[in-house]
């Protein structure tokens, strides 16, 4: 019988919340579960999914178009409806996991945005907390139309301004971010525009290409957590 520990079921909620993800991403937030802000390598990884798998709490699988293992929290362990695995937005959710867990590795918590509240509101990938900084996060691995970009650039400028948002923050392949850029240089007051940043961190398959140093904060035990330091402001 497995032995299942409370970090165990930590990561299996963390799972929960993001749906899916890979073995990249395993290792960042498990190192994270163990208050490092390093990832485990990948064999504790493999390790670990495999104990979860035995113990019912994990299900995992290896899409062909996806070239590697993804793992999900399975319907037993969170009550939730198995993930479909040849959705378009597969990659997307494995890639959102990727950012949670590296959230997770410098002490922020990591929460599903709300959920839209009328036909123009928006819903974000995920928000990233740590002392009293919130953090919208957008991960964007193809760029969206012109006029879907202003309705929700004008969400974002009403979160900045009237949500207590600190910072809307993009991580995306080559080609997204420069759209995402150029779109928000139109779009985004100025009194806003610094607080909506981009970063180059997928390629065009999903995989993370970006540095931990795109999120580095201060120590942890630090009075303020200021801007994630020093992303260029594109």
């Excluded at 208050?35 to 798998?53: C, D, F, L, N, Y």
């Excluded at 793992?71 to 362990?77: E, P, Q």
């Excluded at 971010?177 to 398959?205: H, Q, W, Y």
Aim: charged share 25%.
């Amino acid at each position: 019988m497995v032995q299942v520990t409370e970090r165990d079921l930590a990561m299996v909620d963390w799972l929960g919340t993001v749906r899916l993800a890979g073995v990249d991403a395993i290792r960042w937030a498990l190192g994270a579960m163990l208050g490092s802000a390093e990832p485990i390598s990948t064999r504790k990884a493999q390790h670990w999914i495999m104990r979860m798998v035995e113990a019912g709490l994990v299900a995992r699988a290896r899409p062909t178009f996806q070239g590697a293992s993804i793992v999900w929290a399975t319907h037993d362990a969170v009550g939730r409806t198995p993930p479909n695995l040849f959705r378009q937005t597969t990659r997307h959710e494995v890639a959102v996991a990727s950012v949670s867990a590296r959230y997770l590795a410098l002490g922020y918590s990591w929460q599903r945005d709300r959920r839209p509240v009328g036909v123009l509101d928006h819903q974000a990938d995920g928000i990233a907390t740590r002392d009293g900084r919130v953090e919208l996060v957008e991960v964007e691995l193809t760029a969206k139309s012109a006029p879907r970009y202003r309705l929700i650039y004008e969400n974002h400028a009403r979160r900045l301004t009237q949500e207590g948002i600190s910072e809307v923050v993009y991580f995306c392949t080559v080609d997204a971010d420069r759209i995402v850029t150029r779109e928000a240089d139109r779009l985004i007051f100025r009194t806003e525009r610094p607080r909506l940043v981009s970063t180059i961190a997928f390629d065009k398959r999903g995989h993370w290409i970006g540095s931990q140093s795109d999120l580095v904060t201060p120590a942890q035990g630090a009075p303020d957590v200021p801007e994630i330091a020093r992303r260029e402001v594109r």
